[in-house]
T-cell receptor, first 115, second 109 residues
Framework: GAVVSQHPSWVICKSGTSVKIECRSL??????MFWYRQFPKQSLMLMAT?????????EQGVEKDKFLINHASLTLSTLTVTSAHPEDSSFYIC???????????FGPGTRLTVT | GIQVEQSPPDLILQEGANSTLRCNFS?????LQWFHQNPWGQLINLFY???GTKQNGRLSATTVATERYSLLYISSSQTTDSGVYFC???????????FGKGTHLIIQP
């Protein structure tokens, strides 16, 4: 149990367009999901915490108007990168947490390339 | 926020060797997890271990919460153990994980 999926696995988009990434918990309900970003050969950095039915909480330095997060159900959170620029190119990874504990389970990630 | 330091940053070993990876953290935690990131970027959960000792096959982990460190042991290393190992923690009312910089492990045949 505790499987998390992401879609798409990779995406290439042109500068100025928007891209939506989906994160789903497949076999459990997740009140809380998280979005992380990883640049090449670096560690993961928390971008935001997504809570079902409420506004996301963004980490300092993350533009909430650029990275729109929606957590409309207990199994789905989406991250939309608006007006993407080449510097937004990165590996985006989501995680989900069961309601009964703090352990997080990670999706396979989405590699975004903005040309 | 909590600071996480991992050591060593890089480790090259021969197949069959044992290794110890260390994670130091700066404050009390309610979550500590060890991950292995495979070449495709997927984070594989190894241990959820905010305190105590756990074992899973050739891998084991120990967290001494009072001294703010955790150790990951890999015995009889195999080439498939190669990759980056991350320690991540949360605490102080924050739910999101803070990751260390990782240990890049290379197991040579």
């Amino acid at each position: 149990g505790a499987v998390v999926s992401q879609h798409p696995s990779w995406v290439i988009c042109k500068s100025g367009t928007s891209v939506k990434i989906e994160c789903r918990s497949l076999d459990f309900q997740a009140t809380t999901m998280f979005w992380y970003r990883q640049f090449p050969k670096q560690s993961l950095m928390l971008m935001a915490t997504s809570n079902e039915g409420s506004k996301a909480t963004y980490e300092q330095g993350v533009e909430k108007d650029k990275f729109l997060i929606n957590h409309a159900s207990l199994t789905l959170s989406t991250l939309t990168v608006t007006s993407a620029h080449p510097e937004d190119s990165s590996f985006y990874i989501c995680s989900a947490r069961r309601d009964r504990g703090p352990e997080q389970y990670f999706g396979p990630g989405t590699r975004l390339t903005v040309t | 926020g909590i600071q996480v330091e991992q050591s060593p940053p890089d480790l090259i070993l021969q197949e069959g060797a044992n290794s110890t990876l260390r994670c130091n953290f700066s404050d009390s935690v309610n979550n500590l997890q060890w991950f292995h990131q495979n070449p495709w970027g997927q984070l594989i959960n190894l241990f959820y271990i905010p305190s105590g000792t756990k074992q899973n096959g050739r891998l084991s982990a120990t967290t001494v919460a009072t001294e703010r460190y955790s150790l990951l042991y890999i015995s009889s290393s195999q080439t498939t153990d190669s990759g980056v190992y991350f320690c991540a923690v949360s605490g102080g009312g924050a739910d999101g994980l803070t990751f260390g910089k990782g240990t890049h492990l290379i197991i040579q045949p």
